[in-house]
């Protein structure tokens, strides 16, 4: 069928793609079961086996903290530095899935320069003159 064709070809160019063997291997039985459910049913098999990927994705935990955690259990607050990522010191509250303590501490964590700008004030002769 069409959907078939079109489904190898793109596994067979994203296996060149792959960097570890390891990672191959897992990336070869779901390209067999996207085969399967694409000979099967079709193009509602490649769908239906893409569905059944994502919600088996939503179930899975990593150290007690969901696979798709910015996106799976939607929380808005923990979307604030998602797509586009603010400076760490001006984020106020950790993520709420990680942790119950979600207020960080400190309030004044702003990085400061060193305190000796010799270069940049046009003293460095004067920091030489007063090492020798």
């Known amino acids: ?14 296996s ?5 063997f390891d990672m191959a291997i897992s990336a070869r039985l779901i390209r067999f079961l996207f085969m399967i459910g694409a000979a099967t049913f079709g193009f509602y098999g490649i769908i239906l086996c893409l ?4 919600v088996h994705l939503c179930g899975l935990r990593s150290f007690g903290v969901p696979y798709m955690a910015p996106f799976a259990p939607f929380i808005p607050v923990n979307n604030v530095d998602t797509v586009v990522r603010l400076p760490w010191w001006t984020l106020r509250q950790r993520p709420r899935l990680i942790t119950a303590n ?7 964590q702003h990085p400061h320069p060193p305190a000796s700008r010799g270069m940049v004030n046009g003293d460095f002769e004067e920091d030489n ?4």
């Open 102 to 108: 979600t207020i960080r501490e400190g309030t004044n």
């Open 129 to 132: 003159n007063n090492e020798a």
């Open 51 to 54: 569905l059944m990927m994502v």
């Open 16 to 20: 060149f793609a792959t960097p570890s």
């Open 1 to 14: 069928s069409p959907a078939m064709v079109i489904i190898v070809s793109i596994t067979a160019i994203a």
